[in-house]
């Protein structure tokens, strides 16, 4: 089992940053790429951001260029930096880790519990 907890969420303005991270803890050997997705009310979970162990990343279309995924190794910790927001990237943002590195969340075994961005006007 992988235990993943996010933290850093909060309210922001619009044009504001926020960095939020994900701690894992437990068999992280078994997960070779960890990633964020989100979720707006009424919604369904989105893609965001993905990062396998060896750098490689992906991004939605949506967050290119302002958000960047990255990864402290040594801490098993991986952050999702959040620049230039807007209001449509309100949502609760969940961490995920799996065997490979996909926009797909069914690709993702493991799921944290969330954390609440708002992005007032």
């Known amino acids: 089992q992988v235990q993943l907890v996010e933290s850093g969420g909060g309210l922001v303005q619009a044009g504001g940053s926020l960095r939020l991270s994900c701690a894992a803890s437990?068999?992280?050997?078994?997960?070779?790429?960890m990633g964020w997705f989100r979720q707006a009310p009424g919604k369904e979970r989105e893609f965001v951001a993905a990062r396998k162990n060896g750098g490689s990343t992906l991004y939605a279309d949506s967050v290119k260029g302002r958000f960047t995924i990255s990864r402290d190794g040594a801490h098993n910790t991986v952050y999702l930096q959040m620049n230039s927001l807007k209001p449509e990237d309100t949502a609760v943002y969940y961490c995920?880790?799996?065997?490979?590195?996909?926009?797909?969340?069914?690709?993702?075994?493991?799921w944290g519990q969330g954390t609440q961005v708002t992005v007032s006007s």
């Open positions: 995920a880790a799996g065997p490979r590195m996909s926009t797909s969340a069914r690709s993702y075994d493991y």
């Open positions: 437990g068999r992280t050997f078994s997960t070779s790429a």
